[in-house]
């Protein structure tokens, strides 16, 4: 029997099949500081030990979307080593905080197949459970990943798609600490729940350009080690002639593009679905804005919740785009990312 694990193909899963994924990770102060240095986040909850505080935590919690990729990446190995891209996301949630020092894990179950028509690769559907030291649910989300097939002459015709949840559904009890008398100085923003309007837009001015050092960087930073994010000698030989950036990392930098107009928005609640509508290179420039979908009240009168959908664009500015669709419907070319996702802002003080 090899040694060496070339990963799993298409033909390799099973619905219904279960993997715990190995590599559990201890998360240090040294990645909370990468992170930044690689996204440019700049949400304070998760800058500040003092506002965080404050804030009703015992020290700040780890940005959403760090923890996202770290617990996510434990995944790579078994269910995308083989991949040719990831697709998509749905009902993702963030139970529980997560702190430097923690240690998390993943497990994941297939939950859907289908064979691309070309038969040389499909679409492999799962469901993974991210869990902290102490079995604490702190990562739940499902998505879906085109994979390489390995006998590409052996058509199987399967075609089982599960269904998706439009949006999470609000429960009552956020685990979010009672907000009141929130420092705007310190976060950068004074706006709050009541200041947003369903249909509203916010342009988003500042734009990030990706070297292949910060992409690269980056996904090795959460361990993801996808052949189409590293091996630039393989990937010359495809179509892209070139390395494919980590789609997370895109969600990352239009998160942290967004900071601009949404600074009191520091949790992420759910993201509710996401799609990588294009691929994304180094040396792209990223822009973004976002939409008000819904502004959502919620029982407690401290927090509101926003359901977003922010955009993700290459080398085009937000006010220069008027669609992102074109005449038959699909995706134009500068749109990288179209993430819909639901965020916790507080209510102002009363």
């Known amino acids: 029997?090899?040694?060496?694990?070339?990963?799993?193909?298409?033909e390799d899963f099973e619905i219904g099949q279960k993997i715990v994924h190995p590599l559990p990770r201890t998360i240090t102060d040294g990645d909370v500081s990468f992170y930044i240095a690689l996204t440019g986040s700049r949400f304070a909850l998760h800058s500040s030990d003092v506002l965080a505080q404050k804030m009703g935590y015992k020290n700040k919690p780890l940005d959403d979307l760090l923890m996202f990729h770290l617990t996510f990446g434990?995944?790579?190995q078994d269910i995308s080593l083989n991949a040719i891209a990831n697709l998509g996301y749905a009902e993702v949630s963030f139970a529980n905080p997560v702190y430097v020092g923690d240690t998390v894990r993943l497990e994941t179950e297939v939950i859907g197949l289908k064979e691309n028509s070309n038969g040389k690769s499909g679409v492999v559907y799962v469901h993974s459970i991210g869990y902290n030291q102490d079995e604490?649910?702190?990562l739940n989300l499902k998505r879906w990943v085109m994979v390489h097939k390995k006998n590409k002459d052996q058509i199987t015709g399967i075609k089982q798609i599960p269904t998706f949840e439009k949006t999470q559904p609000i429960v009552e009890n956020i685990n979010i600490p009672i907000q009141k008398d929130i420092d705007t100085n310190a976060t950068g923003g004074k706006f709050f729940f009541e200041d947003y309007e369903k249909g509203e837009r916010l342009n988003h001015p500042e734009g990030i350009t990706i070297d292949d050092s910060d992409h690269t960087l980056a996904t090795k930073l959460y361990q993801n080690n996808a052949k189409v994010h590293f091996d630039d000698f393989m990937m010359k030989d495809t179509l892209m002639g070139q390395r494919l950036m980590y789609g997370g990392h895109v969600i990352s930098i239009a998160r942290s593009i967004s900071f601009n107009g949404l600074q009191n928005a520091q949790w992420i609640y759910s993201i509710n679905s996401g799609a990588h509508a294009n691929p994304t290179y180094a040396k792209d420039?990223?822009?973004a804005y976002t939409e008000i979908i819904e502004t959502i009240d919620h029982k407690r009168d401290d927090i509101g919740l926003l359901r977003l959908r922010t955009v993700g664009l290459k080398n085009q500015r937000p006010e220069e785009t008027k669609t992102i669709f074109d005449e038959n419907g699909k995706y134009l070319p500068n749109v990288v990312l179209d993430l819909d996702y639901t965020v916790v802002i507080p209510k102002k003080s009363k």
């Open 285 to 287: 420039t990223i822009y």
């Open 74 to 76: 434990k995944s790579v």
């Open 1 to 10: 029997m090899s040694k060496i694990n070339l990963g799993n193909f298409f």
């Open 136 to 138: 604490q649910e702190v």
